[in-house]
């Protein structure tokens, strides 16, 4: 059985050019979680949809980061300028249920270095 | 608010025994505890809802004490395997989404 599937896994771009990154959750899970993860601030929740639904987006960084789930099984998360400061591990979650009392399941992660 | 953990890093010899702490600052809902290895993913370990419940997962287990607001993680019989870090998430206010500790690093060494 696939897991979630994230591409790319790395990502290396310039300061001021648009990053997409890509996921596909578990055929069936109908929550899927975008989380950073980096040295300083640890594994951060950033936004996270219920039924392709945005349900909490609180841990949005600021209005260059945008998300999108256009259908059960495929999600964006865009960065459009980006910035040095973005530089980070991205991963895509997915779970069956809600968040908070269900397995959520990681995928391999996007490498992402912003120069 | 991140859920602290404690301690920040354990060295322990193979068949050794470690626990590792998670603290909150507000009620808790659920416990999530997962390990994560170098350059790799996150992994479910064990989950533990409100209700005071203690789990086992064949030499780790986790409590889960919530009138302290706390969970710890058990881990018996080292082996080297275990090594990694490991995070607790925790679920508060019931919105469903977790929030990361900052991690446990432990290694296990022979």
């Known amino acids: 059985d696939a897991g979630v599937i994230q591409s790319p896994r790395h990502e290396v771009t310039e300061m001021g050019q648009e990053v997409t990154l890509r996921c596909k959750p578990i055929s069936g899970h109908n929550s899927l979680f975008w989380y950073r993860q980096t040295m300083m601030r640890g594994l951060e929740l950033l936004i996270y949809?219920?039924?392709?639904?945005?349900?909490?987006d609180s841990g949005m960084p600021e209005d260059r980061f945008s998300a999108k789930m256009p259908n059960a099984s495929f999600s964006t998360l865009k960065i459009q300028p980006s910035e040095p400061r973005d530089s980070a591990v991205y991963f895509c979650?997915?779970?069956?249920?809600?968040?908070?009392?269900?397995?959520?399941?990681f995928g391999p992660g996007t490498r992402l270095t912003v120069l | 608010q991140q859920p602290v953990q404690s301690p920040q890093a354990v060295i322990l010899r193979e068949g050794e025994d470690a626990v590792i702490n998670c603290s909150s600052s507000?009620?808790?809902?659920?416990v999530h505890w997962y390990r994560q290895k170098h350059g790799e993913a996150p992994v479910f370990l064990m989950i533990?809802?409100?209700?005071?419940e203690q789990k086992g997962h064949e030499k780790i287990s986790a409590s889960f004490n919530e009138k302290k607001q706390q969970s710890s993680l058990y881990l018996t019989a080292s082996q080297l395997s275990y090594s990694g870090t490991y995070f607790c998430?925790?679920?508060?206010?019931?919105?469903?989404?977790?929030?990361f500790g900052t991690g446990t690093q432990l290694k296990v060494e022979l």
């Open positions: 949809f219920n039924n392709n639904v945005p349900i909490d």
């Open positions: 533990l809802l409100k209700g005071g």
């Open positions: 979650a997915s779970s069956l249920g809600t968040g908070g009392r269900s397995e959520q399941f």
């Open positions: 998430g925790t679920e508060t206010g019931g919105g469903n989404k977790l929030t």
């Open positions: 507000k009620a808790l809902y659920s």
